[in-house]
T-cell receptor
Framework: GAVVSQHPSWVICKSGTSVKIECRSLDFQATTMFWYRQFPKQSLMLMATSNEGSKATYEQGVEKDKFLINHASLTLSTLTVTSAHPEDSSFYIC?????????????FGQGTRLTVV | AQRVTQPEKLLSVFKGAPVELKCNYSYSGSPELFWYVQYSRQRLQLLLRHISRESIKGFTADLNKGETSFHLKKPFAQEEDSAMYYCALLSGSARQLTFGSGTQLTVLP
């Protein structure tokens, strides 16, 4: 199957700093990428839908100024957590789909563990 | 709005026993449902989708529109089936996945 790569796999940052997480589709063009947040022992919560070349669509309750999403190319989307605080510590997961395929299957990155200290 | 419910957070069965992971959904449109699995320390991956009507690793799932269910079943559980299982509903023009809360399956020896 197709591969989605996230970088970094884990990051520790100081409170007040910003952190950028990259999501790349390695062998297909991802017209749409999704960003999820997963708390320990809980499900994936969709944060935003990102389409190449346009503004991301954020889910209700997700601060777009805090979680900046850029989908500048068909193979790369980035999530920047701005002015991070300890409550932003979480597991962030991206997924990508190729809308041009008949059977759209979402492929997931390995996730990024963010710890804000 | 769409919703996916997995009533069991934890499920333990013995090796060789049948297993059923429950999933119910609510959605006003025509549903497209999936089961995803996450093995320990691995990424989420697709297990099966209802439109394929396939059996993967011995698992099957039938969409029951009358009961709005998409339960995952396997007649004889194996230890390697131990994992976190998520039921998911695909919706919208943006093809968004709504996940259930997940069921942690443990197959005991």
């Amino acid at each position: 199957g197709a591969v989605v790569s996230q970088h970094p796999s884990w990051v520790i940052c100081k409170s007040g700093t910003s952190v950028k997480i990259e999501c790349r589709s390695l062998d297909f063009q991802a017209t749409t990428m999704f960003w999820y947040r997963q708390f320990p022992k809980q499900s994936l919560m969709l944060m935003a839908t990102s389409n190449e070349g346009s503004k991301a669509t954020y889910e209700q309750g997700v601060e777009k100024d805090k979680f900046l999403i850029n989908h500048a190319s068909l193979t790369l989307s980035t999530l920047t957590v701005t002015s991070a605080h300890p409550e932003d510590s979480s597991f962030y997961i991206c997924s990508a789909i190729d809308m041009d395929r008949t059977n759209t299957e979402a492929f997931f990155g390995q996730g990024t563990r963010l710890t804000v200290v | 709005a769409q919703r996916v419910t997995q009533p069991e957070k934890l499920l333990s069965v013995f090796k060789g026993a049948p297993v059923e992971l429950k999933c119910n959904y609510s959605y006003s449109g025509s549903p497209e449902l999936f089961w995803y699995v996450q093995y320990s320390r691995q990424r989420l991956q697709l297990l099966l989708r209802h439109i394929s009507r396939e059996s993967i690793k011995g698992f099957t799932a039938d969409l029951n529109k009358g009961e709005t269910s998409f339960h995952l079943k396997k007649p004889f559980a194996q230890e390697e089936d131990s994992a976190m299982y998520y039921c998911a509903l695909l919706s919208g023009s943006a093809r968004q996945l709504t996940f259930g809360s997940g069921t942690q399956l443990t197959v005991l020896p």
